[in-house]
């Protein structure tokens, strides 16, 4: 990325433990609401799409729809509300920050979604599955996982700011009211890492720190039994720092139903590359696992033209016949227009389960040749407006306390869930 100047150091973070408390229902005021009638009859028609099927199931039909919080992401408040709204709107899995607290807040937000869809059909089969809740981690420097830093006292109060207008986050508040320079800076829960600040500064005044979790940390978290599924984001470049991380998980993976592997596209060396990554695991693999083919990182908001290559890379893995075990699920730059693309490139075909090979051709299920997509900055992007609305007033942070605005959101968000999986 232009103008990306990166710290020479990894930090490991520790995680911040604290005890699990017990899930928050939603709101007396929104139960209030859903007694109109006319409000029930506009919910329902809201989520119309859901599936009721397992979020196995969708991986196996192609209907694998995953939204990404962000690895970085951590206002609890946004990922709780998103996780409501996405849940309602048929997601099969919730990717989250690997931080217990973000991780409750997700819980929050499905817990609260459960609820409500119990209130709109007392009598009979809810009509959303709990999506799996998954934690993001990095064996290695990744644009995920860094935040944006800069001293704002060094920024001359007569700068238009750019860095504040381009973050797609709303991770930068500055301000200028007290005389010479500015003062504020990044919000570190709200800063995901997209570098988009880094290339837009004037002065070159932004850097970023990068991390990663520290392992045993980690190891709890999984082991916590509050999460489904754990992402592991490699570049591949050090096969080493993959293999020392998937050993200090050993033991913390064997309960978990998914293991996904985040990897760029590494050119020439792809298909190399992921039998590497498979043989480290095959060992212990227990789980399902996944390749997220993660095609341009972080572009999904920025326009129609992201998804070219996360649809290019689906195409390209989707043609090794050699390839490992795993399903295929695209990310990074996906957006409303991957679904189409998807079908522009005959990306819509079946195939056959690839997740144990050891099993007789004759065992093996039939099933999508790619599982789904993940969306993230797009996914994000479409609900900005409500969520920081919600940010900007003094009312309740729980979306669902604003009816309106609450049904605009699954709105939005559910067409976008329908694009795959009314397909
Ligand atoms: S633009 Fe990106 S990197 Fe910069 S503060 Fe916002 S989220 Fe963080
Ligand atoms: S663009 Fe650079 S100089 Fe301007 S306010 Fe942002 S960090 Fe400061």
Redesign the pocket.
Known sequence: MAGWQATNSLVTLPIKMTPMQPLVRTSSAFYACLSSSSYQAEFRSAVRCIDTTSPYDSLLSGGWVKLICGASFEDVADVRNLSLVYTLAGVDCIDCAADPSVVKAVREGVDAATGIAVTLYPSGVLPVHKPWIMVSINDDEDVHFRKAV?D?S???TS??????HICPASA?M?SASLGTS?TGGVLNDRCYGCGR?IS???????GANSYTRNSKDVSNLLNSGTVDAVEIHTNARHMEAFRNLWQSLEGSTECLKLIAISLPDVGDNMLATMWDLYNVMKPTLKALNLWQLDGRPMSGDIGAGATKAAVRLAAKVAAFTDRPPGFLQLAGGTNFHTVKAMAALGLFQPGYERNLLEKPESERKACATIAGVAYGGYARKILRQILASLNSDNGSSKLEDHPVLFLTAVKEANYLVAMLKEH
């Open positions: 800069f704002p060094r920024c001359p700068c238009a700011r750019p860095c504040e930068i500055l500015l600040c837009v500064c004037p002065l070159g005044l932004i």
